[in-house]
């Protein structure tokens, strides 16, 4: 509660959106070192603004409204920025914990962004929030056994996510190996599902039909998929070396039909997995349902996949790769045929920056809304220069 700052009350926040900005391409740019997001303009390509924020946000999370965001550093600092403003800007603060990772809002039909979430990585544990002020309501701690039995002090909360179908989230131990399904229609009685997956749980992202949350247990090799109608595990499936979705991708696959992707620090692929799909006309892709359907030869050291529903190609980087070359740049491929890729662009030689010893490392390809132009970031040393390389998709 000492930490709670509400900088612009809620009745004397805006009661319209006050600028012209295309809410829908708006980019939250993580500015690592300086404890920043930049919200730069998707249309225009102009930061409209840079906003003061906890350090190496994690997370940058849009309200279901679409008019807030909330942006979570790694010192625990939780920032509400206010969209609607004439220039955005933080209008509540809270410090959840000293090291955090994620946090999502209730989304749920009735409870749109009524609450917050957000869990920590020290202290153990998880707070919710009103999602409008960022007032905590209740502190959850997730010390407790592992799927194996044994009791674990520090176990941290990596990735949470909110279901469209349930008033829950879907909150993800690490050092467990517990998916804890959190109802938060009575937060003052909270109703709690565990599922048993794997240990160390990472992050992860939906597939398709938003029915399914996939998630790494990335030291186990492992994807675990929730049914979050269910309430219950759907699958483990075992993996390459070290999975690192990000939220993963998810498009429709020649031969094997809806898929989802992820990449790998430790192995030198892309995994897809075929997914369950309710449209009649997948049935036939039933066979492959939670298998490793095919691996794509990539590098290691990938953080981020991405395609988007109206491309023809897929993304993936390699910045954790040690070769500086394959850390500058990102592989594409064409849909139609995930032989190979089909270009691989040197992202720090094509932005035109002066070359450097250091390595300049390509990273999270993100598409524009309309799935047009896909930006790049490209993280420089401390003392070399950054950018944003932006590329429209389909030229390749």
Partial sequence: MDSWKVIVPVKDRPTRQMNKLNLKNIFSVTLRDTGEVALIDGDTKDIRSIVKTGYAVHISRLSKSGRYVYVIGRDGRLSLIDLWMEKPAVVAELKIGFDARSVDTSKFKGYDDKYAIAGSYWPPQYVIMDGDTLKPLKVVSTRGMTLDGEYHPEPRVASIV??????????????????????????????????????????????????????????????????????????????????????????????????????????????????????????????????????????????????????????????????????ESVAVWDMADLSKPKKIINVAKDSGLPETKATRRAVHPEYSADGGEVWISLWGGKTDQSAIYNTQHDIY
């Fill in 162 to 327: 909110s279901s469209m179908i349930k008033p829950e989230w879907v909150v993800n131990i690490k050092e467990t190996g517990q998916i804890l399904l959190v109802d938060y229609s009575d937060i003052k009685n909270l109703k709690t599902t565990t599922i048993e997956s794997a240990k160390f749980l990472h992050d992860g992202g939906w597939d398709a039909s938003k029915r399914y949350f996939l998630v790494a247990a990335n030291a186990s090799n492992k994807i675990a998929a929730v049914d979050t109608k269910l309430g219950k595990l759907a699958a483990l499936i075992d993996t390459a070396k070290i999975p690192h979705p990000g939220r993963g991708a998810n498009f429709m696959h020649p031969k094997f039909g809806p898929v989802w992707a992820t990449g790998h620090l430790g192995a030198d692929v892309v995994t897809l997995i075929s997914t369950p799909s309710d449209d009649k006309k997948n049935a036939k892709f039933k066979e492959y349902n939670w298998k490793v359907v095919q691996e794509m030869k990539h590098v290691p050291g990938n953080l981020f996949v991405k395609t988007h529903p109206k491309s023809k190609h897929f993304w993936a980087d390699a910045p954790q790769n040690p070769d500086k070359d394959l850390a």
